[in-house]
């Protein structure tokens, strides 16, 4: 399955140029360790559990909190998976990357397709959760593209989005790589570092704007033009999809997740559920099984 997604061609999905992947029980065939060539830029970021990948005759080993790029045309060979392998892809074409940054971001993602080695970075938990939260976002628009079949401006901003924490993440690691943010992006990024760490126990869009030191209506309006999405609408969906992560554990019980979550109760936390996931908890968890 890794090597497929890997070696994906991006102008066969419903979305030209662009995959967006959380990958889960990943297992390694037997021809697994034959190389193959990666058609687009790769980005991997491993959630939990280990990977093995020879690249251009260098052996790389991930871990949780990794993150790597592996440039177009470079020959891989996946070694070893470990049964516990969790991670992140993104992986897009030169053309998506043309047709959809605007001019700043432009120059970032040909930073990362430039075919410069790169290679591995062990992410403080920080900006592992942050990164996370945005391929999650990422993926959730991508998803809905694919259904309408067609790329939405949300979708080009969230990947603009995902090369400026990209960018970020590589600016404490590479000294000849300026930061250059405007102060709407600046704020935003800002913004889901805070969401990141705090999402479970802070629900409130005044809590973010307090932090921020911003009105909750300035904090909105920029996170909406920068995003396209408001405060609470993205607040509510880190919830949701840590929800349903969380309820394909069946030793969690609801009850119990509610509490995590920072919900009062479990009906206030199913009430929640249901309304922006369409489903009651229960019923989710039951139709994974």
Do not use: W
């Not at 403080?124 to 939405?152: G, H, M, P, W």
């Not at 960018?167 to 790589?177: E, K, L, Q, T, W």
């Amino acid at each position: 399955m890794l090597r497929t997604l890997l070696h994906i061609d991006l102008n066969e999905l419903a979305v030209r140029g662009l995959s967006v992947q959380i990958v889960k029980n990943c297992i390694l065939k037997k021809d697994g360790h034959e190389a193959f060539m990666i058609r687009n830029t790769t980005v991997l970021l491993i959630k939990s559990g280990s990977l093995r990948i020879r690249c251009q005759d260098v052996f790389i080993e991930l871990f949780a909190h990794d993150l790597v790029v592996f440039s177009k045309e470079a020959a891989l060979a996946i070694v070893s998976i470990d049964p516990q392998l969790q991670l992140f892809s993104l992986s897009f074409s030169n053309e998506f990357a043309i047709e959809n940054c605007n001019r700043q971001s432009l120059l970032d993602a040909f930073y990362f397709i430039s075919g410069q080695s790169i290679g591995k970075l062990s992410l403080d938990l920080k900006c592992f959760l942050v990164l996370s939260l945005i391929y999650k976002l990422l993926y959730q628009v991508n998803k809905d593209s694919e259904v309408r079949q067609l790329a939405t401006d949300l979708q080009r901003i969230s990947f603009n989005l995902f090369l400026y924490e990209l960018r970020c993440v590589y600016g404490h690691f590479a000294s000849d790589y300026h930061l250059n943010f405007t102060r709407n992006e600046d704020l935003t990024i800002q913004f889901l570092n805070i969401v990141a760490i705090h999402f479970k126990e802070q629900h409130r869009v005044q809590f973010y704007a307090g932090v921020l030191y911003v009105s909750a209506g300035h904090l909105n309006k920029v996170v909406k033009q920068t995003i396209g999405k408001s405060v609470k609408k993205i607040l509510n969906e880190a919830l949701v999809m840590e929800a349903k992560t969380a309820l394909e554990d069946a030793q969690i019980t609801i009850t119990l997740l509610a509490e995590e979550l920072g919900f009062s109760c479990c009906s206030t936390f199913c009430t929640f559920f249901k309304k922006h996931a369409g489903i009651s908890p229960r019923v989710y968890r039951k139709r994974l099984s």
